[in-house]
């Protein structure tokens, strides 16, 4: 696991004692399984995710723990967060790929160019201060997410928050122009926490600076109440450094 983890796991805006716990189980898992990195290099850490899988079949049938990882107490819960754990050093591998090496970085599985740098950047800004402001997205929506972005099979969801009527709002942000994968994106997130928790009603929010045509269309097809697509502006103000003290 490499040394940077930690420093990446703080930029992210994490508290501490949650990067202590990223940590820990990430740390547990490589204890069991060996080097991540090298898991990693070879097929992105898929095959010890797959062993740590637990579904709610198997917590019925009561099924013997898979993994190499001994473990204590609730058999599904702790597959589940050490693989959330395996899922964010994924995320963090991504991102960093060719950081100091090239003009290029992975971000979200795809190559993008060094000025999506300040894109990646820009978005956890947008995310941190749309998390103090939640209720300027949309009034009555309360974050669930106890602060960290939520993992599911189809990979992170931005910001989860419940609506005034009840509902699991799923939001992705993009700093720039969001395309047609974006809504393809956050109707995954949408369709992974509808499964996930099959008795709630789950709806998403697109949030970004502009949108394309191809994902206005395909966002047109689906009613405001399943998704609906959010701008936002950024204003600077402006003061004498006197004022400012």
């Known amino acids: 696991m490499r040394s940077s983890y930690k420093d ?64 204590k107490g609730d058999t599904r819960k702790n597959l589940d967060s050490y693989r959330r754990a395996l899922e964010r050093y994924c995320k963090f591998r991504r991102e960093t790929q060719d950081e100091g090496t090239s003009t290029t970085i992975q971000v979200n599985g795809g190559t993008e160019s060094a000025d999506d740098r300040q894109l990646v950047g820009l978005e956890r800004d947008l995310q941190a201060a749309l998390r103090r402001a939640i209720d300027q997205l949309e009034p009555g929506l309360e974050i669930i997410d106890d602060g960290a972005e939520r993992s599911v099979t189809s990979g992170f969801v931005d910001i989860t928050a419940r609506d005034e009527r009840g509902a699991i709002v799923v939001i992705e942000l993009k700093a720039g122009t969001a395309r047609q994968a974006a809504v393809a994106q956050v109707l995954s997130y949408m369709g992974d926490i509808a499964e ?39 204003r600077f103000e402006f003061m004498d450094v006197d004022e400012a003290s």
């Open 8 to 71: 990446w796991l703080n930029r992210e805006g994490l508290a501490a004692r949650t990067v202590q716990a990223r940590m820990q189980r990430a740390g547990r898992v490589e204890e069991y399984y060996g080097d991540l990195d090298e898991h990693y290099d070879r097929d992105q850490l898929q095959r010890v995710m797959g062993e740590l899988k637990y579904s709610a079949a198997d917590e019925r049938s009561n099924k013997p723990n898979p993994s190499k990882i001994p473990l």
């Open 196 to 234: 996930e928790e099959p008795d709630q009603t789950v709806r998403g929010l697109l949030v970004a600076g502009h949108f394309d045509k191809r994902a206005r269309s395909a966002a047109r097809m689906l009613p405001n109440h399943v998704l609906s697509l959010r701008t936002y502006r950024v």
